[in-house]
């Protein structure tokens, strides 16, 4: 991506960047969760994490906050865990949210700045209540769109849900930039449109590599915000 050309738009995912800098929601649960109950591997925690997930999709009101929408999936995880109490789940989703906001109170700053130079816009699977949480959060003054993929009924990577931001902003792909941290979902899905892509990642390990040769990679919302000075 050449940065000497500047966009006209930004776009960014919401779980795993804005409120992350890059660690997928769950990846962090399984953290809090070896950290609360005890060590488990993804190879175990994964089956029963995605199924939890995927029931919460289209079945709470778009008004549901951020807490009572990830403290469902702490105590979806833990009950198919079978701890039927519900004091493991709400310690997980109490420090889920809180190590969240920490993160999204600096990030804010960073979309605030943004949203001077650049129309901002955020397209992310989520459950349907993803506008309500962007308000809650204090995101909302900067972003001209917010694409939930309950509400418009598709999910990244599939073109449609690009294409519904971009018909918000009236723009065509080659004027916007998305900024994610799923080489599967955010970045094929960018690429698929013909949309410039910086891919959002905590670390590099060995065998990973970016989506394209020229893709940027950044570790952090202050390097996305570098990257467009």
């Given amino acids: 991506m050449n940065t000497t050309h500047k966009p006209a738009a930004i776009l960014f995912d919401f779980g795993g960047t804005l409120d992350a800098d890059g660690v997928a929601w769950k990846d962090r649960f399984r953290r809090l969760w070896c950290e609360e109950v005890g060590e488990i591997a993804s190879a175990q925690f994964d089956p029963v994490f995605y199924p939890v997930d995927d029931a919460l999709v289209g079945t709470i009101p778009a008004t549901t906050s951020f807490y009572d929408t990830v403290e469902k999936i702490a105590r979806g995880v833990s009950l198919e865990m079978g701890r039927f109490d519900d004091v493991v789940g709400g310690r997980i989703a ?16 960073v979309m605030r700045d943004l949203s001077r130079r650049y129309r901002l816009g955020i397209v992310s699977n989520f459950y349907g209540n993803l506008s309500a949480i962007c308000r809650e959060v204090g995101l909302s003054p900067f972003l001209a769109t917010v694409i939930d993929s309950t509400v418009v009924g598709v999910c990244k990577p599939n073109p449609e849900i690009f294409h519904a931001a971009l018909r918000v902003l009236q723009i065509e792909p080659a004027q916007a930039v998305f900024v994610g941290d799923s080489l599967q979902r955010d970045m094929a899905g960018a690429r698929a449109v013909g949309m410039a892509h910086v891919w959002l990642t905590p670390k590099l390990v060995p065998e990973s590599r970016a989506c394209c040769p020229n893709d940027p990679v950044v570790h952090g919302m202050e390097e996305v915000r570098a990257l467009f000075a």
């Fill in 94 to 109: 109490k420090r889920f949210v809180e190590e969240s906001l920490e993160r999204l109170r600096g990030n804010v700053l």
